[in-house]
T-cell receptor, first 113, second 113 residues
Framework: GEDVEQSLFLSVREGDSSVINCTYT??????LYWYKQEPGAGLQLLTY?????DMKQDQRLTVLLNKKDKHLSLRIADTQTGDSAIYFC?????????????FGKGTRLSVIA | GAVVSQHPSWVICKSGTSVKIECRSL??????MFWYRQFPKQSLMLMAT?????????EQGVEKDKFLINHASLTLSTLTVTSAHPEDSSFYIC?????????FGPGTRLLVL
């Protein structure tokens, strides 16, 4: 079955770059997503990447996709204390909003001032 | 655009009562909405897929008579937790089909005493 794995914790100093990693098992994954969840809140879509792309950059966020290794990463440049949150990797095999996403367990990012 | 709201955001109820949670897509129509449940420090667990005008599809292990889902319009899905018990206490999050991805509501925290 589909499975998405993430490391559970990451701690970085303010101003440094954060890299959150994710691996997935389903080779037919079409879209891969990164969501951010702040304490007590819902999920905020940060960015997503199509499987035919290797990289996507959006301001401080850079997503890298290694389809051969089924590895996805999210890099946050100049990490700020406001970036402290849980980051979920998720995948979809259809790229359609009609099918549910498969989520990883989330990586808790702590930013030290 | 692509805003999903949930109401209420917080609810505390006595054991045995029923609680209704609403999920609305505010500026778009969604033929499909999803209901997830999240336990503390855990990932999102898909409970059911809600399709406008038809019966919901429940995931294995989710009691359909306990978690009633109604998707009566293209902008509203409701989840009713019937005869709630303390073990139903959780964070319930809905998402709505927004084309290539899903947009999540802010979540509803349910506490059953």
């Amino acid at each position: 079955g589909e499975d998405v794995e993430q490391s559970l914790f990451l701690s970085v100093r303010e101003g440094d770059s954060s890299v959150i990693n994710c691996t997935y098992t389903d080779s037919s994954s079409t879209y891969l997503y990164w969501y951010k969840q702040e304490p007590g809140a819902g999920l905020q879509l940060l960015t997503y990447i199509f499987s035919n792309m290797d990289m996507k950059q959006d301001q401080r966020l850079t997503v890298l996709l290694n389809k051969k290794d089924k590895h996805l990463s999210l890099r946050i440049a100049d990490t700020q204390t406001g970036d402290s949150a849980i980051y979920f990797c998720a995948e979809s095999t259809t790229g359609s909003g009609n099918t549910p996403l498969v989520f990883g367990k989330g990586t808790r990012l702590s930013v030290i001032a | 655009g692509a805003v999903v709201s949930q109401h209420p955001s917080w609810v505390i109820c006595k054991s045995g009562t029923s609680v209704k949670i609403e999920c609305r897509s505010l500026d778009f129509q969604a033929t499909t909405m999803f209901w997830y449940r999240q336990f503390p420090k855990q990932s999102l667990m898909l409970m059911a897929t809600s399709n406008e005008g038809s019966k919901a599809t429940y995931e294995q292990g989710v009691e359909k008579d306990k978690f009633l889902i109604n998707h009566a319009s293209l902008t509203l899905s409701t989840l009713t937790v019937t005869s709630a018990h303390p073990e139903d206490s959780s964070f319930y999050i809905c998402s709505a089909n927004g084309g290539e991805t899903q947009y999540f509501g802010p979540g509803t925290r349910l506490l059953v005493l």
